[in-house]
């Protein structure tokens, strides 16, 4: 990484997806941070784990510069951007089965009932998380937000022919995210993982 962990590629219409893989220039799995947020996971993931690509997707400009400047002081070469709304990325410009795992941690809950058609986790969500894992790849969501979590973890449930449920995926201390140490010690964590399945 020379200058900048953004990607500044684009899709030929916007609905084509994006060759991944040339955008690291490696083989390795790529895991995605959806809603990276500050960075403080996504970066101590990434130099845990050299050998694992990391895409962190923010729709917040400031934020994506801030975990760039990051990312690039660290000397950290598995290590890109999107600034975009994470339901369209991943929806439209990542590929079929090209992700080892996503991490959904701490998504804006759209608390008042008015707002819960906005929510990040519905049925055309999930679709395009199945569709674009690779078989056995998992999904590992945590919020605050009991209610939205009871919500998520039965949407991922109830697609039982495409997840399977595993323990859920707890991070090392180093890698909590921001959201996660404000509310640590507060407020109860709901926590899921799941699979997907491979028959």
């Known amino acids: ?35 990276c947020g500050k960075g403080r996971f996504l970066l101590a993931r990434a130099k845990e784990h050299p050998d694992i690509n990391y895409l962190g997707i923010d729709r917040m400009l400031r934020r994506i510069r801030k975990v760039d400047r990051k990312a690039v002081r660290a000397g950290l070469t598995n290590v890109r951007l999107f600034r975009m709304e994470a339901y369209y990325a991943i929806s439209y410009l990542i590929p079929p089965e090209t992700v080892s795992a996503y991490y959904v941690l701490f998504p804006d809950p759209w608390p008042k009932k008015k707002h819960h058609d906005h929510r990040l986790f519905n049925e055309r969500f999930i679709e395009a998380l199945h569709r674009t894992l690779i078989p056995g790849g998992g999904i590992h969501v945590a919020t605050d937000h009991l209610p939205y979590f009871d919500e998520m973890h039965a949407r991922l449930k109830g697609a039982a022919n495409r997840f399977e449920e595993i ?21 109860d964590i709901g926590r899921a993982s799941f699979i997907k399945r491979c028959d």
């Open 167 to 187: 323990p859920a995926w707890k991070p090392a201390e180093h890698e909590r995210t921001d959201f996660e140490l404000l509310f640590l010690g507060s407020k």
């Open 1 to 35: 990484m020379n200058e900048t962990a953004s990607v500044r590629v684009f899709s030929k219409d916007g609905l084509t997806p994006l060759p991944l893989q040339d955008l690291f220039a490696n083989e390795a799995p790529i895991e995605v941070d959806v809603g």
